[in-house]
């Protein structure tokens, strides 16, 4: 079973930075592919990044590439996403995940999901 937790979030103004963690534990992390997913009032849980377990390869979202940068420190047994130029529309809970799967992109890929944290962009 593996436990996870996101740090990081809060408030930031349009075209600010802000670093969000996601610290493992209770499993093997660096046998995970993991990813990022974020959920916005009244809209569906998107994805937003992943990075594979096998090759360290990265996905990105459309709405996120080139501002997003996924990463992870297997010797920490951390996640972290690094999102850059924030905008308005990138207000949403965020949320990690541990998937199995090696290149997983969608939700129901994933294993076990942390608790949110979240990122509010003021315009």
């Given amino acids: ?41 009244g809209k569906e849980r998107e994805f937003v990044a992943t990075i594979s377990w096998i090759s360290g390869s990265t996905y990105y979202a459309d709405s996120v590439k080139g501002r997003f940068t996924i990463s992870r420190d297997n010797a920490k047994n951390t996640l972290y ?30 294993d076990y999901w942390g608790q949110g944290t979240q990122v509010t962009v003021s315009s």
């Fill in 81 to 110: 996403l690094q999102m850059d130029s924030l905008k308005p529309e990138d207000t949403a809970v965020y949320y990690c995940a541990a998937s199995g799967v090696v290149v997983p992109m969608r939700s129901y890929e994933y």
């Fill in 1 to 41: 079973q593996v436990q996870l937790v996101e740090s990081g979030g809060g408030l930031v103004q349009a075209g600010g930075s802000l670093r969000l963690s996601c610290a493992a534990s209770g499993g093997t992390f660096s046998s995970y592919s993991m990813g990022w997913f974020r959920q916005a009032p």
